[in-house]
């Protein structure tokens, strides 16, 4: 039950912006969009989330249509290290608190 | 931001025995959670770790085989009991900190033979 649409693989130069889809068209108002990266062998990493604004941090930017049925996660400069595979996820506030449900995700692969 | 640590780290266990992993969160926590991660797939979040109580399991999880201690806020245990080679998966703590922000352990990575 991930809820959420992401293309299975991209790739993108080092030192390009990496823009990463998903969509989430039956996303509720009570509902945010999350992202997390998982790098080979490691736990998931949360990089950003957010509800209905563009919100911007140091890892990453997020752009949340206004329809709210779809978001870009934006790396502005991938590096090698970006590498992994990153997962949008929709969370419900409140009672199901951090009870993450996560599809396949996006393989990002950064090449030199 | 918190830290994370999980033990062990790996091991490989006989079919039929039993692995205590345990889970260990450097800053307040709101809630505990324990992840499988099988081989070459997403993460399936296996149940609730309740301080006190009795752990919330997802649908195709049961207590008897994943046993869950949350003794405290901080520390909780999962163990993974009469396992076979199909219990071979990586199992991950997870842990809300504050309203919204959920962390992940490193994991860890266990081979039934």
């Known amino acids: 039950d991930a809820k959420t649409t992401q293309p299975p693989s991209m790739d993108c130069a080092e030192g390009r912006a990496a823009n990463l889809p998903c969509n989430h068209s039956?996303?509720?108002?009570?509902?945010?969009v999350y992202w997390y990266r998982q790098i080979h062998s490691q736990g998931p990493q949360y990089i950003i989330h957010?509800?209905?604004n563009n919100e911007t941090n140091e890892m990453a930017s997020l752009i949340i249509t206004e329809d709210r049925k779809s978001s870009t996660l934006i790396l502005p400069h991938a590096t090698l290290r970006d590498t992994a595979v990153y997962y949008c996820?929709?969370?419900?506030?409140?009672?199901?608190?951090?009870?993450?449900?996560f599809g396949r995700g996006t393989q990002l692969t950064v090449w030199p | 931001s918190a830290v994370i640590s999980q033990k062990p780290s790996r091991d490989i266990c006989q079919r039929g025995t039993s692995l205590t992993i345990q889970c260990q969160v450097d800053?307040?926590?709101?809630?505990m959670f324990w992840y499988r991660q099988q081989p070459g797939q997403s993460l399936t979040l296996i149940a609730t770790?309740?301080?006190?109580?009795?752990?919330?399991?997802e649908s195709g999880f049961v207590i008897d085989k994943f046993p869950i201690s949350r003794p405290n806020l901080t520390f909780s245990t999962l163990t993974v009991s009469n396992m076979s080679p199909e219990d071979s998966s990586i199992y991950l703590c997870?842990?809300?900190?504050?309203?919204?922000?959920?962390?992940f352990g490193p994991g860890t990575r266990l081979t039934v033979l």
């Open positions: 997870s842990a809300v900190v504050g309203v919204n922000e959920q962390f």
């Open positions: 957010g509800l209905k």
């Open positions: 770790a309740n301080q006190g109580s009795e752990a919330t399991y």
């Open positions: 996820i929709v969370r419900v506030r409140g009672s199901t608190l951090g009870r993450l449900y």
């Open positions: 039956t996303i509720s108002g009570n509902e945010y």
């Open positions: 800053s307040q926590v709101t809630m």
